[in-house]
């Protein structure tokens, strides 16, 4: 089992950016695939980013490719979201999550994923 606590969100002006963090514990997190998800108000959870469980293939919607970079560290047991060029319409609750797995697949689903973080908000300004 892993436990998921995001950081790093906040307020941010329209362009800026901002790097959300996502620790997990637990000694086996390298056998997890990770995604970053959001929700703004009134608004279904939104696919945001993906990583297959050994980093190697990542995967974005058109609207966060080039904007957006999912990474992990192993050795820190984190997943990195780097939000560049933020918009308004990217205000949201994010969330990380994870699902046990060896492949090299990565989930763009909310179903596919076992264990969730409480969020971190991020608010872009106009």
């Known amino acids: 089992q892993v436990q998921l606590v995001e950081s790093g969100g906040g307020l941010v002006q329209a362009g800026g950016s901002l790097r959300l963090s996502c620790a997990a514990s637990g000694r086996t997190f390298s056998s997890y695939a990770m995604g970053w998800f959001r929700q703004a108000p009134g608004k279904e959870r939104e696919f945001v980013a993906a990583?297959?469980?050994?980093?190697?293939?990542?995967y974005y919607p058109d609207s966060m490719k080039g904007r957006f970079t999912i990474s992990r560290d192993t050795a820190k047991n984190t997943v990195y979201l780097q939000m560049n060029s933020l918009k308004p319409e990217d205000t949201a609750v994010y969330y990380c999550?994870?699902?046990?797995?060896?492949?090299?697949?990565?989930?763009?689903?909310?179903?596919?994923?076992?264990?969730w973080g409480q969020g971190t908000q991020v608010t872009v300004s106009s």
């Open positions: 990583i297959s469980w050994s980093g190697g293939n990542t």
């Open positions: 999550a994870a699902r046990r797995d060896y492949t090299t697949y990565y989930y763009t689903s909310s179903v596919d994923y076992n264990y």
